[in-house]
């Protein structure tokens, strides 16, 4: 038998020790591959999707899916949700049972950390006043690495509606072990003028920090007025990155592209220490329920509408969430449109409210 690990998208871009934000190529999401080697230290091989996510899309979208091949290819196990204790029960019918399963202890795994370049916690994090959900970020063609990532995350109204607010955040890429030069200029961002699209402020600049350097991210809340039918504009950023291991310090000016349309490849941001941020929460496991991994929202349901109709569907729903269609489903078509999950949202708000005494 062989195990594969399969790197895909992440699921929780800043998640993990790492805090790995979303690759922009194939050679760093291969870099991300490298360094989760030597976290993990496990000498399980991995399968690396490619950076249009094709196997990940092929295999249904889920962020922590187990499948088991025979040795023809055929697949004899799928499971949306990884689960080691039935994996194990599938491979004894299978394979066969063994007199001395490995434990962990056995394995010996030899984990690196891999150091921080410099201080972290230092600037404040911002906060939606609600559910982002990413939108599709394209850099433009840079001699330069993108050192700096850009997040772009909308509230409910500005996708619904075109107006409403939007979340920008430049994020330090760890597999590039950079850090902001505080002594230098801070960042700066401005928008590219647009006929369709009205953003407030146009333009920004980075916080005044008092330590010399650190790897927080800048981040920004502006407010977007765009026409309907409005496709993209331009975040024209410039910044100083410094490695003090390759002894350098420059000034970068970098552009991207920013759609107002949903990444269904995005992820769920995990904004430690910041509250309810644009991801949303903390995330847990998953609940008895049959609700999804990392809580309900009717954000993240929304995610499963992998045809773009404005509904899920049964088929598009895991297996384990199957049971939230027939209480969601108001009108009964056999589908779960954008207020029929706001709506289940909102009693799952009230719920949690009436026996903590607290938003969950």
């Given at each position: 038998m062989q195990v594969y690990f399969v790197y895909k998208s992440l699921a929780h871009p800043e998640?993990?020790?790492?805090?790995?934000?979303?690759?922009?190529?194939?050679?760093?999401?291969?870099?991300?591959?490298?360094?989760?080697?030597?976290?993990?230290?496990?000498?399980?091989?991995?399968?690396?999707?490619?950076?249009?996510?094709d196997l990940k899309h092929a295999l249904g979208d889920r962020?922590?899916?187990e499948f088991v091949l025979n040795p023809d290819g055929k697949v004899v196990v799928m499971r949306d949700w990884s689960n080691p204790d039935t994996l194990r029960s599938?491979?004894?019918?299978?394979?066969?049972?063994?007199?001395?399963?490995?434990r962990v202890s056995d394995l010996n795994l030899k984990s690196e950390a891999t150091p921080k370049p410099a201080a972290s916690g230092i600037v404040k994090r911002v906060a939606l006043p609600g559910q982002g959900q990413p939108l599709l970020v394209e850099p433009q063609e840079s001699t330069t690495p993108y050192y700096v990532k850009l997040r772009a995350e909308a509230d409910q109204d500005l996708l619904r509606s075109g107006t409403g607010k939007l979340y920008l955040g430049f994020h330090l890429d760890s597999i590039y072990h950079v850090h902001w030069n505080n002594l230098a200029k801070p960042l700066s961002w401005e928008i590219a003028a647009t006929d369709q699209i009205s953003v407030t402020p146009p333009t920004g600049t980075g916080p005044k920090?008092?330590?010399?350097?650190?790897?927080?991210?800048?981040?920004?809340?502006?407010?977007?007025?765009?026409?309907?039918?409005?496709?993209?504009?331009?975040?024209?950023?410039?910044?100083?990155?410094?490695?003090?291991?390759?002894?350098?310090?420059?000034?970068?000016?970098?552009?991207?592209?920013?759609?107002?349309?949903?990444?269904?490849?995005g992820g769920q941001a995990r904004r430690s220490g910041s509250g309810r941020g644009p991801g949303g929460g903390t995330p847990n496991a998953g609940n008895s329920r049959g609700g999804p991994p990392g809580g309900f929202s009717a954000a993240r349901l929304m995610q499963y509408d992998r045809n773009d109709d404005g509904k899920v569907s049964r088929n598009e729903l895991p297996q384990q969430m199957v049971r939230m269609l027939d209480r969601a489903d108001q009108n009964r078509d056999g589908a779960i449109d954008q207020k029929e999950a706001e709506a289940m949202e909102e009693r799952f708000r009230q719920r949690a409210g009436n026996t903590s005494g607290g938003d969950k």
């Amino acid at each position: 038998m062989q195990v594969y690990f399969v790197y895909k998208s992440l699921a929780h871009p800043e998640g993990g020790s790492n805090n790995f934000i979303a690759p922009f190529t194939l050679a760093e999401r291969l870099l991300h591959v490298k360094e989760a080697e030597k976290t993990l230290g496990a000498t399980v091989p991995w399968l690396c999707d490619t950076i249009e996510n094709d196997l990940k899309h092929a295999l249904g979208d889920r962020p922590n899916s187990e499948f088991v091949l025979n040795p023809d290819g055929k697949v004899v196990v799928m499971r949306d949700w990884s689960n080691p204790d039935t994996l194990r029960s599938d491979l004894e019918k299978l394979v066969g049972k063994i007199e001395h399963p490995t434990r962990v202890s056995d394995l010996n795994l030899k984990s690196e950390a891999t150091p921080k370049p410099a201080a972290s916690g230092i600037v404040k994090r911002v906060a939606l006043p609600g559910q982002g959900q990413p939108l599709l970020v394209e850099p433009q063609e840079s001699t330069t690495p993108y050192y700096v990532k850009l997040r772009a995350e909308a509230d409910q109204d500005l996708l619904r509606s075109g107006t409403g607010k939007l979340y920008l955040g430049f994020h330090l890429d760890s597999i590039y072990h950079v850090h902001w030069n505080n002594l230098a200029k801070p960042l700066s961002w401005e928008i590219a003028a647009t006929d369709q699209i009205s953003v407030t402020p146009p333009t920004g600049t980075g916080p005044k920090v008092e330590v010399e350097s650190d790897i927080d991210p800048r981040e920004f809340i502006v407010h977007v007025d765009a026409d309907r039918d409005a496709g993209s504009f331009e975040v024209i950023v410039k910044y100083f990155a410094c490695n003090d291991e390759q002894g350098f310090c420059i000034p970068v000016t970098q552009k991207y592209k920013v759609t107002l349309r949903q990444d269904r490849d995005g992820g769920q941001a995990r904004r430690s220490g910041s509250g309810r941020g644009p991801g949303g929460g903390t995330p847990n496991a998953g609940n008895s329920r049959g609700g999804p991994p990392g809580g309900f929202s009717a954000a993240r349901l929304m995610q499963y509408d992998r045809n773009d109709d404005g509904k899920v569907s049964r088929n598009e729903l895991p297996q384990q969430m199957v049971r939230m269609l027939d209480r969601a489903d108001q009108n009964r078509d056999g589908a779960i449109d954008q207020k029929e999950a706001e709506a289940m949202e909102e009693r799952f708000r009230q719920r949690a409210g009436n026996t903590s005494g607290g938003d969950k």
